[in-house]
């Protein structure tokens, strides 16, 4: 396993039965980063096959997208932490720019705004929740952000002090929402978004797309939490 350095990065990534994906996202792994595969109960064998690709391995006995998430979080000790979806439809080379933009100061918190490349690379039920979810999260907090998605970066430490507590879908949206409570500058890039391996955990159908909605729901319905500024003080980032 590779320790992470003192100007590292760990890559955290959620992992359920996601044995056929594997090689392809580790392999785009950036040279130096570290990646921590967040094992969720698989039953395929994608333990094994992380550690035979030199990834580092945790596991999550308990299920949900957050508690592989928090769990690949609490792990992590490299200062910048990124998170990306072990189902090859988003590649982590993306995130070197990402890291780029939190450690120069420009942003505390980068998230990648998916654009669909490819047939079903986002079918029509997700996308719609998606959308939803966007506006939702701009009357909350007046982020005029566009998408929720998996591949984002921040300082370890930051996100540690938000006191993220969803351990469910509402995870990814729940940072987003306590970043802006604290005055984090949060921005968004471009990302293009293939046709993921095997069938989605959350979103692949309708009924868990209304699952996810009802756990991000949840999250917004939430009164504002105080949370330490991150290490660069905070501007107005994307707020309109």
Known sequence: MIPSTPDGVDVVLPCLDEAEALPWVLGRIPPGWRAIVVDNGSTDGSAGIARALGANVVE????????????????ATAPVVCFCDCDASLDPALLVPFVDEVRGGAADLV????????????????RAGNVA??????????????????????????????????????????????????????????????????????????RGTWQAVRDMNRVLAEPPVASPSPVAPPSRGNRP
């Open 133 to 206: 979810l966007a506006l939702l999260l701009r009357r909350r907090t007046g982020l005029r952000l566009h998408d929720l998605g998996p591949l984002r970066a921040a300082r370890r430490e930051a996100l540690l002090g938000l006191g993220l507590s969803d351990r469910r879908s509402g995870y990814p949206l729940q940072m987003v929402v306590r970043a802006a409570d604290a005055g984090w500058r949060v921005t968004e890039h471009d990302v293009p978004y293939l046709p993921r391996s095997g069938a989605s955990k959350v979103t692949g159908t309708w």
């Open 111 to 126: 998230l990648g705004r998916r654009r669909p490349h490819g047939r079903g690379a986002w079918p029509a039920h997700a």
């Open 60 to 75: 999550e006995p308990r299920r949900g997208f957050g508690a592989a998430c928090h769990a690949g979080l609490t792990a």
